[in-house]
């Protein structure tokens, strides 16, 4: 991994293969495991391990920050696992003086005060926010966030992951008429498994 220093000035491509050997290294297991969605899989990637790291979430924020548009008033995501990537990109575009608030979409409404769902400075409304996510699966997680966005009066046809499980997810997005991307597919963090394992 290279030193903190290097990753505030390194290229995209750089920071892509630093993300992809943290994710590889340090997330991505392999055993049985049962997925949020129900699902059996032999494999298991648990985002936190990486994005709750000082380098994780230099380099996601860096990332992310970088494919966003510029009229994009805010980044969102459901609680928990994208809690820490949109305070990543968040920090780090008031780093690069383009200040990008973040919001978190809580499971259930707050039982107390305003019983909000979403947690975080109120936009105008129409403003445009993308949804992050840590993994997608199915896709429902993300979906839920974008709801809960939408019903507030916010303007949302984007998702964004660290990594596609390619078990549907993009397909359901596609079908709800929202552009989806991923930084990585699974395939990618497989095969950067397998090279650092040799």
Same mark, same amino acid.
């Given at each position: 991994?290279?030193?903190?220093?290097?990753?505030?000035?390194?290229?995209?491509?750089?920071?892509?293969?630093?993300?992809?050997?943290?994710?590889?290294?340090?997330?991505?297991?392999?055993?049985?495991?049962?997925?949020?969605?129900?699902?059996?899989?032999?494999?298991?990637?648990?985002?936190?391990?990486?994005? !709750?790291? #000082?380098? +994780?979430?230099?380099?996601?924020?860096?990332?992310? @920050?970088?494919?966003?548009? %510029?009229?994009? /008033?805010?980044?969102?995501?459901?609680?928990?696992?994208?809690?820490?990537?949109?305070?990543?990109?968040?920090?780090?575009?008031?780093?690069?003086?383009?200040?990008?608030?973040?919001?978190?979409?809580?499971?259930?409404?707050?039982?107390?005060?305003?019983?909000?769902?979403?947690?975080?400075?109120?936009?105008?409304?129409?403003?445009?926010?993308?949804?992050?996510?840590?993994?997608?699966?199915?896709?429902?997680?993300?979906?839920?966030?974008?709801?809960? !966005?939408? #019903?507030? +009066?916010?303007?949302?046809?984007?998702?964004?992951? @660290?990594?596609?499980?390619? %078990?549907?997810? /993009?397909?359901?997005?596609?079908?709800?008429?929202?552009?989806?991307?991923?930084?990585?597919?699974?395939?990618?963090?497989?095969?950067?498994?397998?090279?650092?394992?040799?």
């Amino acid at each position: 991994m290279p030193s903190l220093t290097d990753l505030l000035t390194a290229d995209q491509a750089s920071l892509k293969q630093a993300l992809l050997e943290h994710i590889a290294t340090d997330a991505y297991k392999e055993g049985d495991f049962t997925l949020s969605s129900g699902q059996k899989s032999t494999y298991y990637i648990n985002g936190k391990l990486v994005t !709750l790291t #000082a380098e +994780g979430a230099l380099l996601i924020g860096r990332l992310i @920050l970088s494919q966003l548009d %510029q009229d994009v /008033a805010a980044v969102a995501g459901l609680t928990l696992g994208a809690d820490p990537i949109v305070s990543a990109v968040s920090v780090v575009s008031a780093y690069e003086n383009r200040p990008i608030p973040a919001l978190i979409i809580r499971k259930q409404a707050k039982g107390h005060g305003t019983q909000a769902y979403i947690e975080g400075p109120v936009l105008p409304a129409g403003a445009k926010v993308v949804v992050l996510e840590d993994v997608v699966t199915t896709g429902k997680s993300a979906a839920q966030a974008v709801e809960r !966005l939408q #019903a507030a +009066g916010y303007e949302v046809s984007e998702i964004i992951a @660290l990594v596609d499980r390619q %078990q549907g997810g /993009a397909e359901f997005y596609a079908s709800q008429n929202l552009k989806f991307s991923s930084l990585f597919t699974i395939k990618d963090v497989q095969a950067a498994y397998r090279a650092l394992q040799r």
